[in-house]
């Protein structure tokens, strides 16, 4: 596509509940991530796909929180037992190849957790 | 890990004027990317500098590397450069480099 497709755009949730953000990245980039970003903060990084693989998986708070992409293209981040502190919004970039390339952010998905 | 430092953290400008924002860094960084959030969330690069100049348009960006900060400059302002300015950086390069860690942001608010 021709940009970055994030969706839903709002999700509102109750405590405890399971949640799944889907990322579409640019049609042709092999790397994708996904960032967090509370109010009043920069974006923190979550994790790292390059091509179907998570190459690096440092930044997920806990276990609660899981992310896939399954053929390379589209990415699901999935947040079990949803926590009031899990309220943020979520944004997925994705480059050409990794390494030292620009990353194009999509408009993220807000998530709050009632 | 690596500090990221952003000044001021809130602007407000008169349309016309122009400006000077600045990231400091606490390590030696390989990339270091410049983005501009607009009110609406949406997150765009403007640059990607670890070191050098660059311009585009009304914009241009400095990184002196050695002495770890860069500086992005907006001259004329105009009212759809308000927003977040965000300084992100990574000490790995090349192929290694894929986690950036972002400023807290300038806040720049252009009045007409």
Known sequence: GAGVSQT??????????????RCDPIS?????????????????FLIYFQG???????GLPNDRFFAVRPEGSVSTLKIQRTERG???????????????????FGAGSRLTVL | GIQVEQSPPDLILQEGANSTLRCNFSDSVNNLQWFHQ??????????????????NGRLSAT???????????ISSSQTTDS???FCAVDVKAGAGSYQLTFGKGTKLSVIP
């Open chain 1, 52 to 58: 179907t693989g998570a190459a690096d998986d440092s």
């Open chain 1, 28 to 44: 042709g980039h092999t790397a994708l991530y996904w960032y967090r970003q509370s109010l009043g903060q920069g974006p923190e």
């Open chain 1, 86 to 104: 899990d309220s943020a919004v979520y944004l997925c970039a994705s480059s050409y190849g990794g390494g030292a390339n620009v990353l194009t």
């Open chain 2, 38 to 55: 607009n009110p609406w969330g949406q997150l765009i690069n403007l640059f990607y500098i670890p070191s050098g100049t660059k311009q």
């Open chain 2, 83 to 85: 927003g977040v300015y």
């Open chain 2, 63 to 73: 990184t002196v590397a050695t002495e770890r900060y860069s500086l992005l400059y």
């Open chain 1, 8 to 21: 839903p755009s709002n999700k509102v949730t109750e405590k405890g509940k399971y949640v799944e953000l």
